[in-house]
Every structure is written in structure tokens, then in C-alpha cells.
């Protein structure tokens, strides 16, 4: 079982990830045959090419994410709440999540959920 200390990392370097704008560096933290449902209730991207095709696409917009408080670790998940300041549709807002990874015995992402809809979307300017 991955250790506190190797999820926290796995987060923070997904984070780093959308702050460098490289989508590589958010799939290496992902399992081969990793799930991830963004936002919960869409269809499931699987695997490292679905899930490079779906991180290209979102740091093509520009997004950063600014964590909201501690990442909470727990057995082999971890879960954190963020936002995403954008400029979308001729306006400033934030998109406020939460997002859950679950990992493998290696470490690796296996699942990731991200948890918002349209109420989270917050106009800011």
C-alpha cells in the first residue's frame, strides 16, 4: 500500500502538472490501466492515451489549480479540494472541486473522480 507520504506527492506533482502546463507529467503519475471520470458522471477516460488526450486538452485552456487546504489521506485514497481560476465564455470565474485518487499497490493513480457541476462555477469578475 502507497504511504501518506507518496500520495500527498502524487497530488501535489498533478497540481505542478497544470502549473507547468505538461500534460505528461499529470498521466505519469497514473496506473497503465487507469480510470478517471472528470467530472463525475461523464464517461470514463481509460488508460494513458485516453487520459493524455483529456489533460492536452484541459491545460490547452490555461487552467492552474490552487489548492484549497490539506490533501486528506486515508487506507489508499487521497482526496483535495481546489479551484480553477479561468477566463471562460468572456468571464473571469472559479471553478471550485474536489477531486479523489485512488491508488495501486505501487503508487500509482488508478481512479481519479473529480467532483463539481454547474453550481460550483463561480462568476469572479
Do not use: W
Not at 497514473?30 to 481509460?46: H, L, W
Not at 490555461?62 to 483535495?80: E, Y
Request: hydrophobic residues 45%.
Amino acid at each position: 500500500m502507497p504511504t501518506p507520504e507518496q500520495m500527498t506527492a502524487a497530488v501535489h506533482a498533478y497540481i505542478d502538472a497544470f502549473g507547468k502546463g505538461d500534460p505528461e507529467l499529470a498521466v505519469a503519475i497514473f496506473a497503465d490501466d487507469a480510470v478517471i471520470e472528470d467530472p463525475i458522471g461523464t464517461p470514463p477516460k481509460c488508460g494513458h492515451d485516453a487520459i493524455r488526450e483529456f489533460y492536452q486538452m484541459s491545460m490547452a485552456t490555461g487552467a492552474k489549480l490552487v489548492l484549497d487546504g490539506p490533501v486528506r489521506v486515508g487506507a489508499d485514497h487521497a482526496a483535495f479540494a481546489f479551484h480553477v481560476p479561468l477566463h471562460f465564455d468572456g468571464q473571469d470565474m472559479e471553478i471550485h472541486v474536489i477531486d479523489t485518487f485512488a491508488f495501486d499497490a505501487d503508487g500509482k493513480v488508478k481512479e481519479m473522480r473529480a467532483f463539481f457541476g454547474p453550481s460550483n462555477m463561480i462568476p469572479t469578475g
